[in-house]
Nanobody, 112 residues
Framework: VQLVESGGGLVQPGGSLTLSCAAS????????MNWFRQAPGKERELVGS???????NYADSVKGRFIISRNNAKSTVYLRMNSLKPEDTAVYYC???????WGQGTQVTVSS
């Protein structure tokens, strides 16, 4: 299993960013995918998930602002982040729901 996150960067409060996670080494369309994040000095937390059928769930802290989607033909899962806040600053990771592997993560910094 390989997971490669990309799309992070520096964005101003209120801005938007889309993260991508390219997956390989397994049959992507069969598995639910999760997005996690870890802020400095804090535990890694679940941001949201998408089932293999496209059903999504989100943490209360991002509900209404973040959207998870997937493209099974490209074996890629996306995290669209809108109305970003400084407290969204973290390293963002994707993960296959039932496998232990993690990608390297991508840094998102929300600051003016």
């Amino acid at each position: 299993v390989q997971l490669v996150e990309s799309g992070g960067g520096l964005v101003q409060p209120g801005g938007s960013l889309t993260l991508s996670c390219a997956a390989s080494g397994f049959t992507f369309s069969n598995y639910a995918m999760n997005w996690f994040r870890q802020a400095p000095g804090k535990e890694r937390e679940l941001v949201g998930s998408i089932s293999n059928g496209g059903r999504t769930n989100y943490a209360d802290s991002v509900k209404g602002r973040f959207i998870i989607s997937r493209n099974n033909a490209k074996s890629t899962v996306y995290l669209r982040m809108n109305s970003l806040k400084p407290e969204d600053t973290a390293v963002y990771y994707c993960k296959v729901a039932t496998f232990p592997s993690w990608g390297q993560g991508t840094q998102v910094t929300v600051s003016s």
